[in-house]
């Protein structure tokens, strides 16, 4: 159970370009879903937090003009980068929080998908 | 702002020695801590969650422990395997829903 999926897995784009990554709970809903970015060798960072049928919340330094969140359903997020960048080159990461997961206020837990590698070249 | 390290920041050891991994955080207004593994170019495994009531967990050959009050939880492996060669990720749930991630530590066990 708790399984996340994210789509595509890799993705090439010319500098410009806009490329949209889809996150997305199998077999749960998710009423929050989470959006990282890691750099080569370096840990996860938080960019947005996305709430079912509401604005994403952007981390302090993340354009949310450019990283554009959307969590149109309990079962899917989608992120686009827009006007990439060489920069934006990075392993992004989602993870979603089950709904009825939260037993009690101790019981937070995130589930991961696999990420999806950038690459603007 | 919640600061979360992990030491060290790589261990090589051979095959079948007990290891212990690192991890403090600076503020322990914490819900929940978490190990992760990640395997090069790959997403996060989860491997132990340990609750803020919880002082520790096990799974297989892996325990976690927790200490609140000081700031600190280890992993403990158990006859390391080849297999177990991987980055281990600490992260700390900051105010319920916002982990905080420790840059890891990268392990190789040696055949």
């Known amino acids: 159970g708790a399984v996340v999926s994210q789509h595509p897995s890799r993705v090439i784009c010319k500098s410009g370009t806009s490329v949209k990554i889809e996150c997305r709970s199998l077999?749960?809903?998710?009423?929050?879903m989470f959006w990282y970015r890691q750099f080569p060798k370096q840990s996860l960072m938080l960019m947005a937090t996305?709430?079912?049928?509401?604005?994403?919340?952007?981390e302090q330094g993340v354009e949310k003009d450019k990283f554009l969140i959307n969590h149109a359903s309990l079962t899917l997020s989608t992120l686009t980068v827009t006007s990439a960048h060489p920069e934006d080159s990075s392993f992004y990461i989602c993870?979603?929080?089950?709904?009825?997961?939260?037993?009690?206020?101790?019981?937070?837990?995130?589930?991961f998908g696999p990420g999806t590698r950038l690459t603007v070249t | 702002k919640q600061e979360v390290t992990q030491i060290p920041a790589a261990l090589s050891v051979p095959e079948g020695e007990n290891l212990v991994l690192n991890c403090s955080f600076t503020?322990?207004?914490?819900?929940?801590l978490q190990w992760f593994r990640q395997d090069p170019g790959k997403g996060l495994t989860s491997l132990l969650l340990?609750?803020?009531?919880?002082r520790e967990q096990t799974s297989g050959r892996l325990n976690a422990s927790l200490d609140k009050s000081s700031g600190r939880s280890t992993l403990y492996i158990a006859a390391s395997q080849p297999g177990d060669s991987a980055t281990y990720l600490c992260?700390?749930?900051?105010?319920?829903?916002?982990?905080?991630f420790g840059q890891g530590t990268r392990l190789t066990i040696n055949p």
């Open positions: 996305s709430n079912e049928g509401s604005k994403a919340t952007y």
């Open positions: 503020d322990s207004a914490i819900y929940n």
């Open positions: 992260a700390v749930y900051q105010g319920a829903q916002k982990l905080v």
């Open positions: 993870s979603a929080e089950s709904a009825s997961g939260r037993a009690n206020k101790f019981s937070y837990e995130q589930y």
């Open positions: 077999d749960f809903q998710a009423t929050t």
């Open positions: 340990i609750q803020s009531s919880q």
